[in-house]
């Protein structure tokens, strides 16, 4: 079974900086992955798109995140990675790890999720 754990959440302060990380484990498994993201859900709040990278490194993100946040990827780790910057409370949220995963022996890519790391901007 594929498994997507995040790392690196935590309290930070405003202005801070603060790294996650996405590990897709389950090789054996899994015959490729395609797009990875992160997501984030605020209390009381519909889960958004933070940013995504796909197989070839193109990258999109959120308008509230862009030049603050970027995303990365190892593609023999099958990790990626999303480095905060310039954090605000407004960026407080349960972040999630997503990816298309194609599983060997299938044609087609299915969407996995992480369990979501807590990350607090607060002073």
């Known amino acids: 079974q594929v498994q997507l754990l995040e790392s690196g959440g935590g309290l930070v302060q405003p202005g801070g900086s603060l790294r996650l990380s996405c590990a897709a484990s389950?090789?054996?498994?899994?015959?490729?992955?395609?797009?990875m993201g992160w997501y984030r859900q605020a209390p009381g709040k519909q889960r958004e798109l933070v940013a995504t990278?796909?197989?070839?490194?193109?990258?999109n993100y959120v308008d509230s995140v862009k030049g603050r946040f970027t995303i990365s990827r190892d593609n023999a780790q099958n990790t990626v990675s999303l480095q905060m910057s310039s954090l605000s409370p407004e960026d407080t949220a349960v972040y999630y790890c997503?990816?298309?995963?194609?599983?060997?022996?299938?044609?087609?890519?299915?969407?996995?999720w992480g369990q979501g790391t807590q990350v607090t901007v607060s002073s």
């Open positions: 997503n990816a298309a995963i194609r599983l060997k022996f299938w044609s087609t890519a299915v969407p996995y």
């Open positions: 389950g090789n054996g498994n899994i015959g490729s992955i395609n797009t």
């Open positions: 990278i796909t197989s070839g490194g193109v990258t």
